[in-house]
């Protein structure tokens, strides 16, 4: 089955040790996205890559990078995590521009929870 | 900007009882699309339903359909003969509609708990 693929499901980290989390899809979507859940919270867009272009939120700290070295994967690196970058990360995939219109349904991973030591 | 609104932090209902969860949002623009995800504990978000603002009618799926009041800006959504496996986080989210595509924007989610 086409899907969202997140590794790992759950990830414990250092402060200030670097932690990269990762993302695959088989559904061949243009768009890869990466959210930050905190508990009992909405989900929070960091950034989010249409193809190769890259667009990061206005909000989302300079710890927070991502690479996209191919369709298929995206990764979101964590350069210092603090105790406040404990959250849940979710990955989502669409399949962007198609024709002059599309509600283009986000495809979501499992997540993976992070917890910061 | 755009913003979303999920009054009920938690709903609770029983089996085979129907439950209507609340949303609002704001929005300048005319035309954009509205949807209800689903969050099981320790589970991915699905789609639960999804509603075009150009579009009067609401939309259903099987037990799910909506209460879209355009002008009110509501969108509330109702879910009949309840489930256990319906507990879940329950977020509403907003999209814009245009040319290409654009990002999601969420509500805070509402909490449904579902008793036998």
């Known amino acids: 089955d086409a899907m969202v693929i997140q590794n790992p499901r759950y990830q414990v980290t250092q402060f200030g040790k670097p932690v990269t989390l990762s993302c695959s899809q088989t559904?061949?979507?243009?768009?890869m996205y990466w959210y930050q859940q905190k508990s009992s919270q909405a989900p929070k867009l960091l950034f989010h890559?249409?193809?190769?272009?890259?667009?990061n939120e206005a909000d989302t700290p300079d710890n927070f990078q991502s690479r996209r070295p191919n369709t298929s994967f995206c990764f979101l690196d964590i350069r210092s995590p603090g105790l406040g970058d404990a959250a849940m990360y979710l990955c989502?995939?669409?399949?962007?521009?198609?024709?002059?219109?599309?509600?283009?349904?986000?495809?979501f991973g499992p997540g993976t929870r992070l917890t910061v030591l | 900007a755009q913003t979303v609104t999920q009054s009920q932090p938690e709903m609770s209902v029983q089996e085979a009882e129907t439950v209507t969860l609340s949303c609002t949002y704001d929005?300048?623009?005319?035309?954009?699309?509205l949807f209800w995800y689903k969050q099981p504990p320790s589970r991915q978000m699905i789609l639960v339903i999804r509603?075009?603002?150009?579009?009067?009618q609401n939309a259903t799926e099987n037990r799910f359909s909506v209460n879209f009041q355009k002008a009110a800006k509501s969108f509330s959504l109702k879910i009949s003969d309840s489930q256990l496996g319906d507990a879940a986080m329950y977020f509403c989210?907003?999209?814009?509609?245009?040319?290409?595509?654009?990002?999601?924007?969420f509500g805070k989610g509402t909490m449904l708990l579902v008793s036998p």
């Open positions: 509603q075009e603002a150009y579009k009067q």
């Open positions: 559904l061949n979507h243009n768009v």
């Open positions: 989502a995939t669409s399949r962007g521009l198609i024709g002059m219109s599309s509600y283009n349904e986000q495809f």
């Open positions: 989210a907003y999209r814009a509609m245009n040319s290409g595509y654009s990002t999601l924007t």
């Open positions: 890559y249409y193809d190769k272009d890259f667009n």
């Open positions: 929005t300048s623009e005319s035309d954009y699309y």
